[in-house]
T-cell receptor, first 115, second 111 residues
Framework: DADVTQTPRNRITKTGKRIMLECSQT?????MYWYRQDPGLGLRLIYY???????NKGEISDGYSVSRQAQAKFSLSLESAIPNQTALYFC??????????????FGPGTRLTVL | GQNIDQPTEMTATEGAIVQINCTYQ??????LFWYQQHAGEAPTFLSY????GLEEKGRFSSFLSRSKGYSYLLLKELQMKDSASYLC????????????FGTGTKLQVIP
C-alpha cells in the first residue's frame, strides 16, 4: 500500500462549487504539506502543518483552506472553485525528527479541472 | 526571496552522462534537494546536499558549492527510464525551514 494517498485522483467541477481534496499517510510523519503544480511554474506551497495544532499559510493560500483532522490526515478545500485553480495538486509529508534532510514524500497527486 | 534557475529542457543519449545544473540566490541557505518527477507522477527524492562537495548514490551524484550558489545533478549510464523532470529545491533556515522548488529540467533520453 502507498504511504501517502490522495483522493480523488481526478476531479472535474464547475466554477463556484466547493471541493475537498483529501490526503492520508501511514508514514507516521508530523509534517504535511499541500502544493499545486502548474506548467512552467513548478511546485508552489499552499499550506503546511507541523502537527495537528499547527497550520500555516504557504505562498499561495488565497482561495484555499485546510484541516488537519489527525496526524495522518490533511485536507485541502476550495470554498468556491475558479478556473485558475485548475492544476495538479500534491500532498506531501516529512519527518524532521529522524531524517537529517527532512526530504518530502509526495502523494500521487489530484488532477483538478475547474470549468 | 529565493531565485532558483535550471535549464528548461535537455536531451541526452542512452548510455551517456548528463549534468543538470541549478543555480540559486538565497539568504540563510540550509540545504539543497534534487527530486525526480516522471510525467503525471509524484516527485521522488533523489539527493540532499548541505555541505560543499559531491554526494554519490549509484548512478546519480549531486554536487554543491555554497559560495557559488551552484549545484548539479550528474546522471551516469543513462537509461530510457531516466526520462523525467528533475527538480532542484532549496531550503532556508528559520522557523519553518522553507523549501522552494525550481521549475524543473525536463530530460529526454534518446536511443
Amino acid at each position: 500500500d502507498a504511504d501517502v494517498t490522495q483522493t480523488p485522483r481526478n476531479r472535474i467541477t464547475k466554477t463556484g462549487k466547493r471541493i475537498m481534496l483529501e490526503c492520508s499517510q501511514t508514514k507516521g510523519h508530523d509534517r504535511m504539506y499541500w502544493y499545486r503544480q502548474d506548467p512552467g511554474l513548478g511546485l508552489r506551497l499552499i499550506y503546511y502543518s507541523f502537527d495537528v495544532k499547527d497550520i500555516n499559510k504557504g505562498e499561495i493560500s488565497d482561495g484555499y483552506s485546510v484541516s488537519r483532522q489527525a496526524q495522518a490526515k490533511f485536507s485541502l478545500s476550495l470554498e468556491s472553485a475558479i478556473p485558475n485553480q485548475t492544476a495538479l495538486y500534491f500532498c506531501a509529508t516529512s519527518d524532521w525528527g529522524t531524517s537529517k534532510s527532512d526530504e518530502q514524500f509526495f502523494g500521487p497527486g489530484t488532477r483538478l479541472t475547474v470549468l | 526571496g529565493q531565485n532558483i534557475d535550471q535549464p528548461t529542457e535537455m536531451t541526452a543519449t542512452e548510455g551517456a552522462i548528463v549534468q543538470i545544473n541549478c543555480t540559486y540566490q538565497t539568504s540563510g541557505f540550509n540545504g539543497l534537494f534534487w527530486y525526480q518527477q516522471h510525467a503525471g507522477e509524484a516527485p521522488t527524492f533523489l539527493s540532499y546536499n548541505v555541505l560543499d562537495g559531491l554526494e554519490e548514490k549509484g548512478r546519480f551524484s549531486s554536487f554543491l558549492s555554497r559560495s557559488k550558489g551552484y549545484s548539479y545533478l550528474l546522471l551516469k549510464e543513462l537509461q530510457m527510464k531516466d526520462s523525467a523532470s528533475y527538480l532542484c529545491a532549496v531550503r532556508v533556515s528559520g522557523g519553518y525551514q522553507k523549501v522552494t522548488f525550481g521549475t524543473g529540467t525536463k530530460l529526454q533520453v534518446i536511443p
